[in-house]
């Protein structure tokens, strides 16, 4: 038997494990035979068309996991001062998670104005503080869920149940992709672990498979497993492979017309060999100078995972990804590494903060310099802000607080050092300007040329969207 034959028994399972290439070897039939694949019905995702005239060509998402305390970060209250130590009264019941009796403690941090919008940041803060003139804070926002899970996922699909696609799948789906050689929606996870709900925060959900967000192993220095093609086997042997398997490939697919979910997995195939060129590219940090190195902190031990992403999401943005998420906090067990500060805010922010303030506030500076913040929309959320009373008598913590939160916005369309929205003055409920998630989501889709009520897509007899039957754009932060 030649080295290329196959016994009659040998199947497309069989062959794709012993091929040995992983999901860049197999790539490569693209490559070898790129019209013949795609007469078998996997075309070009093709460039979307939105609504209305854009603001914003591309997002990226910063999304702090764990829930951080707008009382400790931008949302000053000088009568949590006055009240420290005092009970919350008839306030209201008791948010969090778990509920537990607490007194008023004030912010453990030191609030002064920055810029010349006098925003107040905390002293947690220092490089984010710098970037205030260039953003706009929404200070009354509100989620629905009081738990980690639900709660991220309403922040990332607009649902506090999973199964929903996320706000990237759903731009992917809605606009395509601007580059076809790299994803259109990429996540970037914290090296040290996935958020409440892991990879289900960047699903495609009910959209098609080939519009979930293409995370990166970015504790490794392989980025994506097996995109490599294995140095033992020679360029004839790999052509001859993947010869054969793109006839199979065409073969099932003539035979499987209606599988859109192989169809889709042909398309990751397609994508995936282009990648094999493009993402060393777009991900190498070597020829960056020294200043934007510095610029990041990308060799300060505290951030330098964080920060490594950071910079990569601008290489990622300026070569064409339409959504960049990057994630911030993750491992929810023992010890916890993310903003949720049960036992001791300080000791608990301080470390996130750390990790979060410098790379974020450079990638702000980065994005502007280069003029791409003119057409690109930076997101900062959480899922839930902390409460004003401690978790516990005698504690340093705070439980979770759904009730009012702080995100900011900054880039394409949006005013500029403004805030909207307020808390009340122990930061417990929202006073003005009520904010839900599905307005957040209304606008960021507005600022990118989409009506969120006319992005949609039919599933189990209802038209679904990502802001369901809700949300209005918050048209007073558009400029």
């Not at 001062?81 to 009970?87: A, D, H, M, T, V």
């Not at 869920?145 to 992917?172: D, E, I, K, R, V």
Request: with cysteine.
């Amino acid at each position: 038997m030649s080295d290329n034959a196959l016994p009659s028994s040998f199947s497309r399972r069989d062959f794709l494990s012993n091929t040995g290439g992983g999901l860049g070897g197999i790539a490569l039939a693209w490559m070898l035979n790129q019209e013949n694949v795609r007469a078998a019905g996997t075309p070009a995702l093709p460039l979307g068309q939105p609504h209305f005239t854009p603001k914003a060509k591309r997002v990226v998402q910063i999304f702090c996991a764990g829930g951080v305390s707008h009382l400790e970060t931008f949302d000053y209250k000088p009568a949590l001062e006055r009240l420290n130590g005092k009970s919350m009264e008839n306030r209201g019941e008791n948010l969090g998670f778990f509920g537990q009796p607490g007194n008023l403690m004030k912010s453990i941090y030191d609030f002064r104005q920055h810029g010349k919008s006098g925003a107040w940041v905390s002293s947690l803060l220092p490089h984010l503080a710098g970037c205030v003139d260039d953003v706009v804070f929404i200070k009354s926002m509100f989620a629905k869920s009081n738990n980690h899970t639900p709660a991220a996922f309403q922040m990332n699909s607009g649902f506090t149940l999973n199964g929903f696609p996320c706000m990237g799948a759903w731009l992917s789906y809605g606009l395509g992709t601007v580059n076809e050689n790299l994803p259109a929606f990429v996540v970037l996870p914290d090296p040290r672990g996935l958020p409440a709900g892991g990879s289900i925060n960047w699903t495609s959900g009910f959209l098609p498979a080939n519009q979930q967000g293409v995370a990166f192993r970015t504790q490794s220095a392989e980025l994506i497993a097996d995109l490599k093609t294995p140095a033992d086997i020679s360029a004839s042997a790999r052509a001859a492979d993947m010869t054969l398997l793109a006839t199979m490939n065409r073969e099932f697919a003539d035979a499987n017309r209606g599988d859109g979910a192989f169809a889709a997995r042909l398309r990751s195939y397609e994508l995936a060999a282009r990648m094999q060129s493009s993402i060393p590219d777009a991900t190498s940090l070597d020829n960056e100078p020294a200043a934007i190195k510095q610029l990041y902190g990308l060799d300060e031990p505290a951030n330098k995972g964080f920060a490594r992403n950071c910079l990569m999401a601008r290489r990622l943005l300026e070569r064409g990804v339409r959504f960049v998420q990057i994630l911030n906090g993750g491992a929810f067990g023992s010890p916890r590494i993310n903003w949720d500060g049960h036992e001791n805010m300080r000791e608990n922010h301080d470390k996130q903060a750390a990790t979060m303030d410098k790379p974020v506030a450079a990638l702000i500076q980065d994005l502007k310099q280069r003029g791409m913040l003119e057409d690109t929309l930076f997101i900062w959320s959480t899922e839930f802000g902390r409460c004003p009373v401690t978790q516990g008598l005698k504690s340093t913590g705070r439980d979770h607080h759904p009730a009012v939160f702080t995100c900011f916005l900054a880039g394409a369309g949006l005013k500029k050092g403004i805030s909207y929205g307020s808390s009340d003055d122990i930061g417990y409920s929202v006073a003005e300007n009520k904010v839900s998630i599905p307005d957040f989501h209304a606008t960021i889709l507005h600022l990118l040329g989409i009506d969120h009520e006319k992005l949609t897509f039919y599933h189990n007899g209802i038209n679904r969207r990502l802001t369901d039957v809700h949300g209005h754009v918050i048209r007073e932060i558009l400029a």
